[in-house]
């Protein structure tokens, strides 16, 4: 296999699970270096997702895991707001504003920290984490921020991210010394990349160098108003893996969110890496919705793992479903790139898998009725968070990630 084919492999999303299953198979036979595996735990972890689900969706219609749900804080459903005050737009230039909306959000999410929280002004809530991350890109977009074009505020042009300062970052989130932000640097330095990439990628983002025109490009490649997930992840991929900082490369390209595990390696090519793409299957997530708004199917959503970030990992850990080996596992912070985490974040996507399957026997459901992305969103996220915070004062996860704002 070259390295071409690698590169290829590591951008499909069935290779995310292949090898997140790999570690969980090690796991299984107790052979890897950071955690344990205790499988009794699978029925009372999945028993307690459970709960979570009907306390927050008694009805079982739940909507899909997106940024769109952190704009919905508060019971205040602010896109539904906007929706209304765009119906005098034509459906193209609606699908392009909200894929700008939810691309900025996205790439704004990485955690916050605890000591972060946002004042929404109109509302008078005081916002924390993803949520107060979400609603204040959500005000910086609708501020106009952005545009190159005083007469239409509501887009993103390359140009504007380029120019963007940590000063207007820090502003617009509110930061200071007594409202710090995790990894603003970080977060800054993917805006300004995504400007420079808008203006040289113009096949995603045509001449004019707009966020928006990716929408476009999606909608003109779709057949018969269909596109598969997984053309959108590639896509997603295709268009913005320059904006991520250069870590591993292969084939003069940067990998992204991929990362290797010597416990991987075997003879054959490139078996040691093993690819999460955390942000950029968050984005196509959340692309997804968009897409349905305007007249758009997308199939195969179920392609998409569960993500492997901190709440949904920390439901593991909390759980006691794995056990961290020594006590340096929980006692320190540790870089994303460690093999520490990436053992961790592999055995999440895995056992999100496993546990989906039971949440849906507790409750007689196939796949089609309860795919992941609902079980991800009724669901592990929240369960996670929620037994976060009654193990720990404040909500913090059971594993500290040292962060820069693009992989968490």
């Known amino acids: 296999m070259n390295k071409e084919d690698i590169l290829k492999k590591l951008r499909n999303l069935h290779t995310i699970r292949s090898q997140a299953y790999r570690l969980l198979e090690l796991a299984q036979q107790n052979k890897l270096k950071y955690f344990s595996l205790d499988a009794q735990q699978l029925p009372a972890t999945a028993s307690y997702i459970s709960e979570v689900i009907m306390d927050n969706y008694p009805s ?36 392009k504003l909200f894929f700008e909306l ?61 120019s963007f300062t940590k000063t207007q970052l820090e502003e617009s989130f509110q930061v200071s010394t007594a409202n710090p932000l995790e990894g603003i640097d970080g977060r800054l330095s993917l805006l300004n990349r995504l400007g420079s990439v808008i203006g040289q990628k113009t096949e995603f983002f045509g001449p004019e160098g707009r966020l928006g025109n990716f929408y476009s490009y999606i909608t003109s490649r779709s057949s018969q ?10 896509s997603v991929l295709s268009a913005f893996t320059d904006i991520w900082p250069k870590r591993l490369q292969l084939a003069n390209t940067a990998l992204g969110d991929v990362w290797t ?19 950029s299957q968050w984005l196509t997530y959340s692309l997804i919705e968009p897409l349905q708004w305007t007249g758009f199917h997308v199939n195969d959503i179920d392609l998409l793992t569960g993500l492997p970030e901190y709440r949904n990992g920390g439901l593991l850990v ?21 093999e520490l985490i990436v053992e961790w974040r592999g055995l999440t996507v895995a056992l999100l898998d496993e546990l989906a399957e039971r949440i849906r026997d ?6 089609e009725k309860l795919p992941l992305a609902k079980i991800l969103q009724g669901g592990t996220w929240e369960a996670g968070r929620r037994i976060a915070a009654q193990k720990r004062t404040e909500g913090t996860p059971p594993i500290q990630i040292i962060s820069d704002g693009t992989v968490f």
């Open 362 to 367: 507790h409750f007689n459901l196939d796949a």
């Open 225 to 234: 108003q269909e596109t598969s997930v997984q053309t959108l992840f590639e």
């Open 318 to 338: 909390d759980m006691g479903l794995l056990k961290a080996k020594s006590d340096n596992v929980l006692n320190k912070p540790h870089r994303a790139e460690s």
């Open 102 to 162: 939810v691309i900025i959000s996205v790439l704004l999410d990485a955690g916050a920290g605890k000591d972060w929280s946002y004042h929404e002004k109109k509302t008078g809530q005081r916002l924390n984490r993803s949520e107060g991350l979400a609603v204040a890109s959500l005000e910086l977009y609708l501020s106009g921020a952005f545009s190159k074009d005083a007469k239409q505020p509501w887009r993103v042009d390359g140009r504007r991210l380029l």
């Open 261 to 279: 595990h010597t416990a991987l390696k075997t003879e054959a090519q490139g078996s040691e890496y093993i690819p999460f793409h955390k942000l």
């Open 60 to 95: 079982l219609e739940i909507p899909y895991h997106s940024r769109w749900r952190h704009f919905e804080v508060g019971n205040i459903d602010r896109i539904k707001e906007l929706r209304q005050h765009l119906n005098q737009l034509s459906t193209n230039e609606q699908g």
